[in-house]
């Protein structure tokens, strides 16, 4: 359990394509992640450094690898709309909490208990939420609207056409990695088919004029959206109380068919940037682009509120 180093030759080789492999494929996953949650995408890459860290160190399989789950992601999109980001972190810390609570009292022998097709069907279901959270990015011209169903702002925007350039380059592009990481092991086994598939892909996009939509574009857009939904519910709570409930859902349909100008989604994103700073959430002010360079994050206790009363009741 503890050798968690075995001293061959070979292993510095695979060691290292094998972490690369992980890196280039946990990244993607991350932000895609972030996309489902609602969150920036820096947070997802934050994220999977700590718990691979975190797992390389403390883990107790050398062949352990740890990265975002799908089911958290999910989960936490309703979270964050009810409650906010401060109680998003303060919940994963709560997570963390109780499973090492779980492991230390050796309570995962109970997940026996659970009959094989329920656990197939919890997967199975699981993938079905993942993969219809993603076809948000088959869309095109994102812009915030009213749900009245579910009496909040969420994103809508329009399909995008089976014939145009990027989705074409897209579909050619997810053909040939899945030829790549069928076809190579067949051949040679010295690098991984999964690396040499990004590798490939890469630099097909990177040198040649393919119009394939970048990961830097889609994190603008994702990050333009946030902004625009948050300058959104703002207005409308500045107004909702003093409206009649029966005129409640047109006004938010109004609030939302008003889109703030660029200029005001720049301006908000900026102020954002600068209380984050002087609270100390940040070490320096980020523009509104789509990279994702930045530096560690500041270590702070969770901002939530721990008057567990009803303030309506």
Request: charged share 15%.
């Amino acid at each position: 359990m503890f050798d968690l180093i075995t001293r061959r030759r070979a292993n510095l080789k695979n060691d290292l394509l094998a972490g690369l492999t992980a890196v280039l494929t946990l990244i993607p996953e991350a932000v895609a992640f972030t996309f489902v949650a609602g969150i920036d995408p820096m947070m997802g890459l934050y994220g999977s450094f700590f718990i691979g860290f975190i797992t390389a160190v403390f883990g107790g399989r050398p062949g352990m690898i740890s990265g975002a789950a799908g089911s958290m992601a999910v989960v936490t999109t309703a979270f964050i709309i009810m409650f906010g980001l401060e109680y998003l972190l303060a919940a994963v810390v709560l997570t963390g909490i109780l499973q090492v609570v779980f492991g230390a009292f050796k309570m995962g022998k109970f997940i026996r208990l659970l009959p094989h097709p329920v656990m197939l069907g919890f997967v199975n279901g699981l993938a079905i939420v993942i993969g219809m959270a993603q076809f948000g990015q088959f869309k095109e011209n994102t812009h915030v609207v009213y749900d009245q169903k579910h009496d909040m702002f969420t994103y809508a925007g329009d399909w995008m056409q089976l014939t145009s350039p990027a989705m074409l380059t897209m579909m050619g592009l997810i053909a040939l990695t899945m030829a790549i990481v069928y076809f190579l092991p067949r051949f040679t086994k010295a690098i991984p088919a999964p690396l040499a598939a990004i590798a490939v892909c890469t630099l097909l996009v990177t040198f040649t004029p393919l119009e394939s939509k970048l990961v830097s574009q889609v994190v603008l857009d994702q990050r333009v959206s946030m902004t625009e939904k948050e300058i959104i519910n703002e207005r409308f709570d500045a107004i909702k109380d003093q409206t009649p409930y029966g005129d409640y859902a047109q006004l938010a349909q109004a609030t939302a068919a008003d889109r703030p100008t660029m200029s005001e989604i720049k301006a908000k994103w900026a102020a954002d940037q600068e209380r984050m700073f002087h609270d100390g959430e940040k070490t320096e002010v980020d523009p509104l682009d789509g990279s994702l360079k930045g530096t560690l994050p500041s270590l702070h206790l969770p901002d939530i509120s721990w008057d567990l009363t009803d303030s309506n009741t």
